[in-house]
């Protein structure tokens, strides 16, 4: 086995050492290190959104407060948190694992064979690399970007630490026209009313993860931490993305299924809770009491109010299940021989216990889930009359599914790592990779693969 491996970079990994070589240009062009005449003759065009040019903040939002509005109006949504999260752990799988791609299969997937070098497994423990990973898809499923946040030695030869920042707390500085990415990412829990120099906010520099972040970060002498961008692009942004799932925000479903919670609850509480009308014929009470005309108002009331008592014991509650009602009539003084009924019950609909809006409530449950591009049974049951949660077959596919068309994010939260790699020396053999588990049928064990495939 060849025991002196060479980079892209111009760096060398000698196996038999376990050590990164520097061979500046002793290989010139047979190196695999383009000779400077083969070099790129420009940089690849970055266009800039003049909005972001003024001032010394570019402002996320008309009023800088795009992620905490989009966070007030989570905060009303029993189905948009929840899901949100649901994604990220889904996503983050069983967390962030590392190998080498020692074969390939004839369909095509990888042989991935994990291995353990003890520098890789001090940074993985310094930098919590497990919160790292959750966190960054964290911001990538509620805002579509994530800031993660390097740290370099006072040699600057080594990157000694990663962690990543809320990115609801971040906003990039300015951007000058032509500039590839802003100058730097402004950190605060203070927005909108933050500023940089306040004494709550940090200022950090921004490397360009798109033109050679590695020598860009040797030469740069900025300081000794720098935020790496990440961000799932969206058509029509320059600069902060914005998460598939936001146009639900603007279509007014949401508005329809925070609306039909609060409608409930105030007819719940201001509600007339009336059962029965109980209808009595006027000449009821001259039949019954003789001297009716000669009482009282208050005495009348009084009659009245012990007729109605002795009604409700008899038709309200358990103690009236099972009792017999008594059908009273009279006779009529108009109609010799005829009777009048004296008392006519008819129960009152209760149109809480008809289920009012719940059609309207599943559709709008629906509009959102689909918003969030999530199965609703993987997360639960779909609001409304069937409340079904699909069976574990209709569970196993989706889930697969997901995993399956969810690579992309997980190799952005990894393209720091290779950042990391090549910057430290590291094997440049190394692959990172998500461990994700795949269910399969009840008959089969439940597979966990760090390449999830379709």
């Given at each position: ?388 949660s699909g069976s574990g077959s209709d569970k196993r596919v989706a889930f697969n599914a997901f995993v399956a068309t969810h690579r992309f994010h997980q190799d952005l939260i990894l393209e720091v790592l290779y950042f990391i790699r090549d910057y430290n020396g590291w094997n440049p053999e190394l692959e990172f990779r998500f461990l994700s588990p795949q269910i399969n049928t009840a008959d089969k064990p439940t597979e966990q693969s ?5």
């Amino acid at each position: 086995m060849q025991q002196l491996v060479f980079s892209s970079n111009g760096l060398g990994y000698h196996r038999g050492l376990r050590a990164a070589v520097r061979l500046g240009g002793a290989l010139g062009a047979a190196s695999g290190a383009a000779a400077p005449a083969k070099t790129g003759g420009a940089q690849p065009t970055s266009p800039v959104d003049k909005t972001t040019t003024t001032g010394v903040i570019a402002p996320w939002g008309p009023g800088n407060d795009f992620p905490q509005q989009v966070m007030a109006e989570i905060a009303k949504s029993t189905i948009i948190g929840p899901v949100l999260d649901w994604k990220t752990r889904a996503v983050y799988g069983e967390g962030i694992i590392y190998g080498k791609v020692i074969d390939y299969k004839p369909d095509g997937s990888e042989i991935f064979q994990r291995v353990k070098d003890p520098v890789v497994e001090a940074f993985f423990r310094k930098s919590k690399l497990t919160r790292y990973g959750f966190e960054g898809i964290q911001g990538l499923q509620y805002f579509a970007n994530a800031f993660p946040e390097l740290i370099v030695s006072r040699d600057r030869s080594l990157i000694t630490s990663l962690c990543i920042q809320d990115t609801s707390f971040c906003r990039y500085s300015a951007q000058a026209a032509g500039q590839a990415v802003p100058a730097s990412v402004h950190i605060s829990a203070n927005w909108p009313a933050a500023q940089p120099g306040d004494g709550y906010t940090t200022t950090v520099p921004v490397l360009d993860p798109y033109h050679d972040p590695v020598e860009a970060l040797r030469a740069d002498k900025r300081g000794y931490k720098y935020i790496y961008p990440l961000s799932l692009p969206s058509p029509g942004q320059a600069l902060y993305q914005v998460a598939a799932w936001n146009p639900i925000r603007k279509s007014g479903w949401l508005d329809v299924a925070q609306a039909i919670p609060e409608f409930k609850k105030q007819l719940f509480v201001n509600q007339l809770s009336i059962k029965y009308l109980i209808e009595v014929d006027i000449r009821y009470w001259d039949w019954k009491y003789p001297d009716w005309k000669e009482k009282k108002e208050d005495q009348r009331k009084q009659i009245i109010g012990e007729e109605l008592d002795a009604f409700e014991e008899t038709m309200s509650g358990t103690n009236g299940a099972g009792k017999t009602v008594m059908a009273v009539t009279m006779p009529d003084p108009q109609n010799p021989g005829g009777t009048i009924k004296v008392f006519t019950v008819t129960a009152i609909d209760d149109k809480l216990k008809s289920g009012m809006y719940v059609e309207d409530s599943q559709e709008a449950s629906s509009h959102i889930y689909t918003a969030l591009q999530v199965d609703p049974t993987l997360s639960g049951i779909s609001p409304g009359k069937g409340m079904g949660s699909g069976s574990g077959s209709d569970k196993r596919v989706a889930f697969n599914a997901f995993v399956a068309t969810h690579r992309f994010h997980q190799d952005l939260i990894l393209e720091v790592l290779y950042f990391i790699r090549d910057y430290n020396g590291w094997n440049p053999e190394l692959e990172f990779r998500f461990l994700s588990p795949q269910i399969n049928t009840a008959d089969k064990p439940t597979e966990q693969s760090a390449n999830p495939t379709p």
